[in-house]
């Protein structure tokens, strides 16, 4: 075959091509032979789909440019110099598309998925870890991760009204302008201003949080959960805020629970249950209750129905026929947060006397 046959024919592929009307095999062709280059880094399904989607406009210019061009006889235009064009527009659009990945930092893989070494089950998936984005007014992000300490008050130059989220299989623990520590639980948000002013610091919470309160008695600390508000001046306590039913447990100190016109106070060792129609107050399992804080599981008194909720957030998995066991049934002992999922499961195999099997983010209950 010519140059100027192949040259032809490289343009009727990739036209094709660009215009969407390759067969399969002619498809695998063209993207096999664009992702061909040494100097190319590699990338993913995603993100290759991607540079094609945006090089395809370019790419289909700079052809028809080519095709309405008379060139030297020494300068036709074969496949090989149409492939080495193509290649470094492919590494400028890869270098930009790279540029901005860097520049939104992409979320990484927590509670990552990962092969089984007991032989048990299909995969294992490993324990959640420090992670956390948070966001200003803007919709600006950062992604804040191990390396990021909790006494550092200044992680971010965002200003103004600020939501830090955790995702499934994620826990943070950050440090407020006026020196609360806030510790966030899997599958929790806080929402809090850079600076507190007027005549109160208050924050707002969804999921579960544990505070230890700066005390200042001329600003009281008041969270806002659900329809309640939680009001402090110092003190250590617990939230829990993951159902409707808002549970509050207090270490230290006292907190007042206001929620639809009705009030009620707390002290050390006890616990506020806030539903829809009442406070109900009464002794805490504080152990229990703080726990996740501590990197456990204690399940003591704990029904299945729990047990497989703190799961769950923990390893971004789900359940499948959790009828199987009766969910009032209660256990007990206490497991690391840091353990692989198949450890936690052969330990509550034991003690429901039922198999569970791990397909990839699924797990059978038989």
Not at 65 to 71: E, F, L, Q, S
Request: proline share 3%; charged share 25%; aromatic share 8%.
């Amino acid at each position: 075959m010519t140059e100027d046959n192949q040259r032809e024919q490289a343009q009727k592929l990739l036209k094709k091509y660009l215009n969407g009307e390759c067969t399969p095999e002619e498809e695998r062709i063209v993207t096999e032979w664009f992702f061909s280059f040494d100097e190319i880094p590699r990338l993913s399904k995603g993100e290759r789909a991607e540079v094609l989607g945006r090089s395809k406009s370019v790419l289909l210019n700079k052809l028809e440019a080519d095709i309405n061009t008379v060139k030297p006889i020494r300068k036709i235009f074969t496949l090989k110099r149409m492939a080495i064009a193509a290649s470094i527009l492919f590494i400028l659009t890869t270098s930009v598309l790279l540029l901005k990945h860097r520049q939104t930092s992409p979320v990484p893989q927590l509670a990552a998925i990962t092969a089984d070494t007991s032989g048990m089950f299909k995969n294992d998936i490993l324990p959640g870890e420090r992670f956390a984005m948070l966001s200003n007014e803007s919709g600006e992000t950062q992604l804040l991760g191990k390396e990021n300490q909790s006494e550092n008050k200044t992680l971010t130059e965002f200003k103004g009204n600020l939501a830090l989220e955790v995702p499934a299989a994620g826990t943070y623990n950050i440090v407020l302008c006026d020196g609360t520590t806030v510790w966030l639980n899997a599958a929790s948000k806080l929402e809090y201003p850079d600076q507190f002013t007027g005549n109160e610091r208050r924050v707002k919470l969804k999921g579960e949080a544990f505070f230890q309160v700066a005390k200042d008695a001329k600003k009281p600390f008041r969270i806002e959960v659900e329809s309640s508000v939680i009001e402090v001046l110092g003190t250590s306590f617990n939230v829990n805020a993951y159902q409707k039913e808002v549970n509050t447990s207090l270490v230290e100190g006292k907190v007042k629970i206001m929620s639809q016109g009705r009030e009620a106070y707390l002290s050390p060792g006890n616990e506020a249950i806030i539903s829809s129609d009442k406070i109900h107050v009464q002794p805490a399992d504080i152990q229990k209750n703080t726990a996740w804080q501590r990197g456990e599981f204690l399940l003591d008194g704990s029904s299945f129905k729990e047990i497989i909720s703190q799961i769950s957030r923990w390893y971004n998995v789900d359940f499948v026929n959790v009828e199987e066991v009766p969910l009032n049934n209660r256990f007990s002992g206490t497991l690391s947060r840091e353990s692989r999922l198949s450890e936690v499961l052969k330990i509550l195999s034991y003690a429901t006397n039922r198999k569970f099997e791990i397909d990839g983010r699924h797990i059978f209950i038989r």
